[in-house]
């Protein structure tokens, strides 16, 4: 099996559900629209955000990805640790949807980590490549050096980067899978700090927020769809301490120890924002 292909035990029927309360066609045709056009503004204006100022393009980037979530009827709740300007930091996450890419960029601009597919991608591949995004081979164990090599360079210069290491979508509902430890080697040959960051949706108190849930061979179109219909979803971001990397640590154990935090339920950590 390959490094970047695990099998996730999770499928459409069984987690991706909504218990909650729903919106009527008509409104959520609406935020279907809204999000979709927000989503396309953004990829065709990414040669503009490339001209400004990185201070200016990391508020320009954060706020359209703010837009994009709240677009498609999500709200977002973001606790935890306040992200600095730290330069040449790992930034890794549990994977649950397509809501995830930009639910993180709205909270920590970052150079995102994609399978090479994107890149062929009509429109958004290209778009995607003039936004930094790095692209690797999941599929080709023998590509995995190469990945490492260019998240350790990109860290290296300086840039933070965004990698999901349990390398397919989880529903959230119970434990994922485990994180990969490929891209905490390139955290230590950078010697930059991890950041761990734990996602999940919600819809009531009733509700793990399955509608959010982007597993197995669900149609993005049906996701979609689910998403705008399910009313009161909130998409909850969790901004854990950075974790130093490098001394007597390995990748194994420095994986470990991120998805640890990740995975904890007992941190009790103070809000830095709600967003509604």
């Known amino acids: 099996m390959s490094a970047w292909l695990p099998a996730p035990s999770c499928t459409p029927r069984e987690c991706a559900r909504h218990l909650g309360a729903v919106r009527g066609p008509l409104p959520a045709l609406a935020l279907l629209t809204a999000g979709c056009f927000l989503t396309l503004l953004g990829a065709l204006c990414v040669p503009v955000a490339l001209c400004l100022a990185p ?3 990391d508020r320009a980037i954060r706020r359209w990805a703010y837009a994009v979530v709240r677009s498609f009827g999500v709200r977002v709740r973001v606790t935890g640790d306040v992200v600095d300007r730290r330069a040449g930091e790992l930034v890794v996450a549990n994977h649950v949807s397509w809501l995830d890419v930009p639910l993180v960029a709205a909270v920590i601009p970052a150079r995102m980590v994609a399978k090479s597919e994107i890149r062929r991608w009509p429109l958004l591949g290209a778009v995607a490549a003039l936004g930094g995004t ?3 081979e999941r599929d080709r164990l023998r590509a995995l050096p190469h990945a490492v090599g260019a998240i350790t360079r990109a860290l290296t210069a300086g840039s933070r980067v965004a990698v999901f290491p349990q390398g397919t979508t989880w529903c959230g509902r119970s434990a994922g899978g ?3 430890p490929a891209a905490f080697q390139a ?3 950078a010697g930059a700090p991890v950041r761990p960051v734990r996602i999940r949706y919600r819809a009531d108190a009733a509700d793990s927020g399955g ?4 597993v197995g061979d669900d149609p993005l179109a049906a996701s979609l769809w689910r ?3 399910a009313a009161g979803l909130t998409a909850e971001i969790r901004l854990l301490p950075p974790l130093p990397a490098g001394g007597e640590q ?3 154990e420095l994986a470990r120890a991120a998805q640890s935090a990740v995975d904890s339920d007992s941190a009790n950590l103070p809000a830095v924002s709600v967003h509604h």
């Open 250 to 252: 390995g990748r194994r």
């Open 187 to 189: 955290a230590i040959d």
């Open 178 to 180: 485990p994180f990969r």
């Open 227 to 229: 998403v705008v219909t």
């Open 134 to 136: 790095l692209f690797i």
């Open 211 to 214: 509608a959010a849930a982007f």
């Open 55 to 57: 201070s200016a393009r």
